[in-house]
């Protein structure tokens, strides 16, 4: 388990300035860069509050110092969570509370009688219905601000605020050669890698479909697609890409805890997002 603090023992000795909020117990992308931000708040000197899942992996990505209040959110109606939720944040008196993903934004509706702010953080074209209580709204990429924005939300409201990542070391010559062996690529082959959970919501079968017509050499070079995650669609994907006739130019690698070491042999990342995940319900 975590080296938090005991449940509950937040400091007061400063106001809490921010409280993060999330309900999900795996670690994807929008886990780690929670855990990121959350920690480098807490690294810069704010005043912050992790609100999260006390079963979560979440809980061993922060720092040790954070203060942590565990409520499970077990779903989008689990009513004790709610109040718990609002309980918390009437007790610290954050004066934002941003939250982040479908369930946590649903289940976190901020007391009326003193003045909180309420961002929600959107990477998906989500349907917006249990969004639209907060305050503010931060997409992760401007076509998600625009939809935003086209869907009701006022724009004075809506920020662009895209991730971030902690700039690893580069790596030696001799290590990017041996990642490349256990790829079974090439020395010389180009390479293009894409990251992220194998689920409907991402563009993976648009991503194979797009690569079954990049030629098998470019300029002498042989091309590969190198496929770095896991997910319901992991079987479905890998059967497409045979029907593709391109199963031998792509490597799955499954869920991979720093998925930048295969980014960095990458001539190309590719992030893809099918226009079909509009309006689409996020976890």
């Not at 369930?103 to 959107?122: G, N, S």
């Not at 990429?141 to 920020?159: E, H, K, M």
């Not at 890698?193 to 042989?222: C, E, M, Y």
Request: charged share 20%; aromatic share 8%.
């Amino acid at each position: 388990m975590s080296n938090h603090p005991p449940y509950g023992n937040v400091s007061t000795d400063r106001p809490i300035l921010s409280a993060h909020v999330i309900g999900a117990r795996r670690l994807g992308g929008a886990e780690l860069f929670y855990a990121r931000l959350v920690n480098a708040l807490h690294r810069r000197g704010h005043a912050t509050l992790a609100v999260a899942n006390p079963d979560s992996l979440i809980v061993n990505e922060l720092c040790p110092e954070v203060s942590l209040i565990p409520i499970p959110m077990r779903g989008i109606w689990d009513l004790w969570s709610r109040w718990q939720i609002q309980k918390t944040i009437r007790k610290y008196g954050p004066e934002i509370v941003q939250t982040y993903m479908g369930r946590a934004t649903r289940l976190t509706h901020l007391p009326t009688d003193r003045r909180f702010i309420h961002v929600a953080r959107l990477g998906g074209y989500y349907t917006l219905t249990g969004y639209r209580h907060a305050h503010a709204w931060i997409g992760n990429t401007q076509g998600i601000c625009d939809y935003l924005i086209r869907n009701g939300l006022p724009a004075s409201r809506v920020f662009h605020i895209g991730n971030f990542i902690v700039p690893p070391e580069p790596s030696p010559p001799e290590l990017l050669a041996q990642r490349r062996q256990e790829l079974a690529v090439p020395p010389d082959a180009l390479l293009v890698v894409a990251v992220g959970r194998l689920h409907p919501v991402k563009g993976f079968d648009d991503l194979l479909t797009a690569f079954a017509s990049v030629p098998a050499t470019l300029a002498g070079r042989p091309t590969y697609l190198i496929i770095v995650g896991d997910g319901p669609l992991n079987q479905a994907l890998q059967h497409l890409s045979e029907q593709l006739g391109i199963a031998r130019r792509v490597r799955w690698t499954g869920w991979q805890r720093d998925p930048g070491r295969f980014q960095e042999l990458a001539d190309l990342v590719v992030c893809p997002l099918p226009p079909r995940t509009v309006g689409q319900r996020h976890p």
